[in-house]
């Protein structure tokens, strides 16, 4: 059974960084679309941002735009996330996942009008996800 490790997480100050992680230990990333997700208390699960296989294209939720950057190391089976200027608002606990359906990735925008809210059925693999908390 595979599952990622997301790992990296903690207390940050708001307008601090910290590099999430995620590993998929005995997968192979190549040819899947990885997510970040992240999920605050009482708040479903959001995309945070996408990286395509080829890494050619990504996708950032609005509220993270300039601030996150998503990158990924098919030969390592890591995927990170470097988040910068943190906010309060970024408090919540963050995953990652694999498309099994897509190669590339696709905005929730993409599903309106189906009847699904968003892509995360298509994700699988869930890690237990590492938490983060931007406080003073």
């Known amino acids: 059974q595979v599952q990622f490790v997301e790992s990296g997480g903690g207390l940050v100050q708001p307008g601090g960084s910290l590099t999430l992680s995620c590993a998929a230990p005995g997968f192979t990333l190549d040819g899947y679309a990885i997510g970040w997700f992240r999920q605050a208390p009482g708040q479903g699960r959001e995309m945070v941002s996408c990286?395509?296989?080829?890494?050619?294209?990504?996708i950032y939720a609005d509220s993270v735009k300039g601030r996150f950057t998503i990158s990924r190391d098919n030969a390592k089976s890591t995927v990170y996330l470097q988040m910068n200027s943190l906010k309060p608002e970024d408090t919540a606990i963050y995953y990652c996942a694999a498309n099994l359906m897509r190669s590339r990735c696709v905005s929730d925008a993409y599903y309106s009008g189906s009847r699904y809210e968003n892509g995360n059925h298509e994700y699988s693999y869930w890690g237990q996800g590492t938490p983060v908390t931007v406080s003073s």
């Open positions: 990286v395509s296989s080829s890494v050619v294209s990504t």
